[in-house]
């Protein structure tokens, strides 16, 4: 196997243009030598690992060929026993790249070789490889991959996809499929979006009126803000610790890191209607939301009181248990300070505390609910709203309103994701007459693919602090997986190219060529998509 090393490291390379149909497109890529040799494809072809780090990458590889084609592949860890056969050779090798997640992938005529100095880049190299792989089934005729030389690798280190799952909730086999979903596009982070004012969606042991209670609503608004009335109906639903542990390995087999989201000071309306004790009205009856949107008169915060952050702590102490993370989502967006405005306690804290106003209060209660994770060995991630009065010292910022937030934080030397809500908000339109309700704004696919994370205005050094971006998928209008589906694909392709191919060799022209194949491939895993796109190729 040292001589496969070698020979990936003496291939040179040149990129083609049309990249065979993958997605996102590698850094280079060029035909094989001949134009007439094929890796063929029969049930003697066997998959070689040389360690076992590979084996969840192989596994993978074996199983989704087994779905798809009927064609079970065993994993070998020695070739010589077994006898002249082709094989997928799958390698890792620590020495091979200074880079870990890059790879390289060369198909040849008796062998598919991958290797890469890490698991996770030897999963990448998977991903690539299924791309290869034809999309007819086994059965019906000779199939056959045409040689090709590959060496790829992403450009930020940041690629995620976030999934909203307390407007409505989304079960534990749909959030397995939709984090393979995320690992085909080589994203690596997914955000799970488990608490809102509109349903708690984690147990926690220590609390448990936050699944009695806050995890169920009794009605939700019909059609489109401000809807034609109420339905009435007892909707919710949350996952077991156990449930979560489940979603946490299947998530980590795949290279993908989950980052919980718990929300605080605002958008706490499910927390409150079980715990009005934290709220800045303790006494006034308090419900989960049953409408969407922020309003001053009903979107009650977190009161920053000591008995609400031992709260907060013994929440988040559990979540931090649970996931293996090292950064953990504590929201702080969308705070109403009109509550704040109103309360005698809260005006009092920022007299004792020395604060400006309101803003400063928040960026109190975020600097304490860092304090408090930095001291569990984790990091927190905001939404930009942190940067209001002050930045927390180690907060890494999740630019939504734009690039303002983003552009600041990285000014100020902290990691940022770019979110903005115009280029990255997968639950608005993707036409201007779109065939199922959505929210009321429009985001094309061809707006999505031109997005560029990287502010203009940031200096090179500043803009090292760009850690990438990420797509949201917001579910106020999205009730079930099927749809999820339709707002997902295919712009989720286009994210994946922005977050992974070089920014100088993104086309979308090519892009829109490839989709042709992607959509191909969609219908194969059963995707839900809009046929609309069919028919703009």
């Not at 937030?405 to 940022?416: F, L, M, N, P």
């Amino acid at each position: 196997m040292r001589i496969i090393l070698c020979l990936f490291l003496l291939i040179i390379l040149t990129f083609k243009l049309n990249a065979q149909g993958i997605i996102p497109a590698p850094v280079e890529m060029n035909p094989g030598s001949s134009p007439n040799e094929k890796f063929s494809i029969n049930k003697n072809i066997v998959i070689f690992i040389n360690t076992i780090e590979a084996k969840p990458s192989a596994q993978f590889l074996s199983d989704y060929i087994y779905k798809y084609y009927n064609l079970r592949l065993p994993i070998v860890t020695e070739l010589m026993k077994i006898g002249p056969r082709r094989s997928i050779n799958l390698v890792i090798d620590r020495e091979l790249y200074p880079n870990p997640d890059k790879y390289i992938v060369s198909v040849l005529s008796t062998t598919i070789n991958a290797g890469s100095p890490s698991p996770q880049g030897i999963f990448y190299a998977v991903q690539t490889i299924i791309q290869l792989w034809p999309l007819s089934p086994v059965n019906t005729e000779k199939l056959d991959i045409s040689t090709v030389e590959i060496i790829d690798y992403p450009r930020f280190a940041y690629r995620g996809m976030h999934l909203d799952v307390s407007r409505h909730f989304f079960d534990v086999n749909f959030i397995k499929k939709y984090i393979d979903y995320l690992a085909l596009h080589k994203l690596n982070y997914f955000h799970w979006h488990l608490t809102d004012d509109h349903g708690w969606r984690i147990e926690i042991k220590k609390h448990p009126k936050l699944t009695e209670i806050s995890a169920w609503r009794n009605g939700t608004i019909i059609g489109l803000y401000p809807g034609t009335g109420n339905d009435n109906i007892r909707y919710g639903g949350y996952y077991t610790q156990e449930e979560v542990k489940e979603v946490i390995k299947y998530a980590a087999d795949r290279y993908i890191t989950i980052i919980p989201e718990i929300e605080m000071p605002g958008h706490s309306m499910a927390v409150l209607a079980a715990y009005p004790e934290f709220g800045t009205t303790p006494r006034i009856p308090t419900q989960v939301a049953q409408t969407w949107g922020i309003f001053n008169k009903f979107n009650n915060v977190l009161q920053p009181t000591e008995k609400t952050f031992a709260f907060l702590e013994e929440v988040l102490t559990e979540v931090m248990d649970l996931f293996p993370s090292p950064y953990i989502h504590i929201g702080g967006d969308e705070c109403s300070k009109i509550w704040w405005k109103q309360s005698a306690f809260a005006q009092k804290l920022i007299k004792e505390k020395g604060l400006k106003n309101e803003n400063g209060l928040q960026s109190y209660f975020i600097h304490r609910m860092e304090k408090f994770v930095n001291s569990k060995g984790k990091t927190i991630i905001g939404w930009d709203e942190i940067l209001d009065g002050g930045l927390a010292p180690n907060a890494i910022v999740m630019s939504w309103r734009g690039e303002k937030g983003g552009i600041a934080a990285a000014k100020q030397q902290h990691k940022v994701i770019m979110t903005p809500e115009n280029s990255m908000y997968f639950n608005h339109a993707q036409f201007m007459k779109d065939d199922s309700l959505t929210a009321a704004k429009f985001l094309p696919l061809k707006t999505v693919y031109d997005y560029e994370p990287v502010p203009a205005e940031l200096t090179a050094k500043e803009a090292q602090y760009i850690w990438g971006a990420q797509g949201n998928l917001w579910s106020e209008y999205i009730a079930n997986p099927a749809k999820a589906e339709y707002m997902l694909f295919p712009r989720l392709d286009a994210l994946s190219e922005v977050l992974w191919s070089p920014k100088n060799k993104r086309n979308y022209v090519d892009f829109k060529k490839r989709l042709n194949t992607q959509f191909k491939r969609y219908n194969l895993l059963k995707i839900n998509y809009s046929k609309k796109y069919l028919a703009d190729q």
